[in-house]
């Protein structure tokens, strides 16, 4: 009992690693339960530890919920981040940062369901935390779009894609790979190696003729 009190009061563990397992289980609760429907009770007893205990050390539901958000956030970031290689070319930069996207997402449900479907339902300040790590991840793409354009243009010695238009593939990419990740996560009908491929061979595919210079056009 004296161990199990021990655990409990959080007196021999880490403030780190403590808080590292209210958020484990918090981060676990909000996705499956919802911010709402969700109790620090409930967190309390799924962490191990006393609700004052996860008072003291996170305030308030609203801090604990946007303290997993900004976790989450920024696992989501650094795993695509680090996966990819800029002295790669273009397109395996991107399929790195695919793949690494889909792998994090497929192997952190609760983590992703927290940022995709919890947080921008909520309003503020919530929604403003993932809008912040949406356009970080969009400034990133673009910085990808942008060297797959440079690169192209150098091969055929022409001018590189508008910046209009650079920045508008971006956008699109990060809007299929949140629209597929979330299908995947829901269903689990393809992996993410597959849900990888399928955006590669949308986007790339696709974007090949835009880095040529071919544009469509209604007739």
């Not at 539901?61 to 790669?88: G, M, N, W």
């Amino acid at each position: 009992m004296g161990a199990v009190k021990s655990a409990r009061t959080g007196r021999r563990m880490p403030r780190a690693v403590r808080e590292r397992q209210m958020l484990d289980a918090a981060v676990r609760i909000f996705a499956r339960r919802g911010y709402r429907a969700t109790s620090m009770e409930e967190i309390a007893e799924r962490a191990g530890v006393s609700k004052p205990l996860v008072y003291l050390y996170l305030n308030s539901k609203e801090e604990l919920f946007t303290a997993c958000i900004r976790r989450e956030a920024e696992a989501l970031l650094a795993a695509v981040q680090s996966a990819v290689d800029p002295a790669l070319p273009a397109d395996r930069q991107l399929w790195a940062g695919l793949t690494a996207f889909f792998a994090h997402t497929a192997r952190h449900p609760d983590g992703w369901s927290v940022l995709h479907r919890q947080a921008r339902t909520h309003g503020e300040p919530f929604a403003g935390e993932v809008a912040a790590l949406r356009d970080t991840i969009v400034a990133y793409v673009t910085g990808l779009v942008r060297a797959a354009a440079h690169e192209a243009g150098a091969a055929r010695q022409e001018p590189e894609l508008a910046e209009r238009d650079v920045a508008g593939v971006a956008q699109v990419l990060v809007g299929a790979a949140e629209s597929l990740a979330a299908w995947m996560t829901e269903t689990g009908r393809v992996s993410e190696r597959e849900a990888a491929a399928t955006l590669m061979n949308v986007a790339w595919v696709g974007l090949g003729p835009l880095l040529r210079g071919e544009r469509w056009a209604p007739r």
